[in-house]
């Protein structure tokens, strides 16, 4: 007589990892923005990549000032555009952050090569401004946040920011909990 099978939990997933959900945060002022950094700090470890997009103005930079004060990093935040990229060291024993501006790099993965952010990508987080097309390739992890605003002659301040994990590293962290 055989023994009757044990019974079988949840199927665990193979292949992969499942995509977690997008998050929408909307902000309504500069100072919510860098509330909004500094609470994202408390997610991020070395090795983190994030991705900013998001027209001129949006607060890309802001936002990264505000993961800056988080991490507690020496130096203000400011827009790398044309020094491309600034290194800010831990004031205490967390990762520096890496923040580069790749608006005026054109030449994709290669360009992005010579400031050697592969070297820093383990022992850092880095963040980089307009590096759609151009740093997918450094790591399969990365964290996509796509800040709209309205555009034209106006003093909105309202921001959508949508935050969308790529990768193990993010699909199962709780990103919704950044909406407070």
Request: aromatic residues 2%; glycine residues 12%.
């Amino acid at each position: 007589m055989e023994a009757p099978a044990a019974p079988q939990g949840p199927a665990e997933p193979s292949g992969p990892s499942a995509p977690a959900p997008d998050v929408e945060i909307t902000v309504t002022s500069p100072e919510q923005m860098r509330d909004l950094g500094r609470r994202l700090a408390a997610v991020l470890r070395a090795g983190d990549l994030l991705m900013l997009s998001g027209e001129l103005g949006a607060g890309k930079t802001t936002l990264t000032r505000g993961l800056g004060e988080g991490m507690g990093v020496r130096g203000a935040v400011t827009s790398p555009t044309f020094v491309i990229a600034r290194v800010h060291p831990s004031l205490g024993d967390g990762p520096p952050l890496v923040h580069v501006d790749a608006y005026r790099l054109s030449g994709g993965l290669d360009e992005m090569e010579d400031l050697d952010l592969d070297v820093s990508l383990s022992d850092s987080v880095i963040v980089v401004e307009w590096g759609e097309g151009k740093v997918e390739e450094l790591t399969e992890d990365r964290l996509q946040l796509r800040i709209e605003r309205a555009v034209g002659d106006t003093t909105d301040e309202v921001r959508h920011v949508t935050l969308t994990g790529v990768g193990g590293r993010w699909s199962t962290a709780d990103l919704g909990t950044l909406a407070v």
